[in-house]
């Protein structure tokens, strides 16, 4: 993984653990979905909004509707933190 993406994911994965609790960080699998770990549709609204925030990004929520798991949620964040 190059660095833009083991941040993006540790973020992603690191709000995660704070809105679901019982997980922990390892337990996180890039090629899972949000619901996997027992995300509702406003839990993965909160995560998102929170790592946009973590990594200080603006992204158009027309871009996230491709996003179908957390490895395609990490690459949009990937793609924009190259931007900055």
Known sequence: MSPFE????QTIACNVVDLIP???PEQISIDGKLSDYGCNSIDRSDIVWKTLDDLSLDIPIVEFAQVSDIRS??????RHLKEK
């Open 22 to 24: 019982g997980l922990k």
């Open 73 to 78: 949620l990490t690459e949009l964040m990937v």
């Open 6 to 9: 083991q941040q993006a994911f």
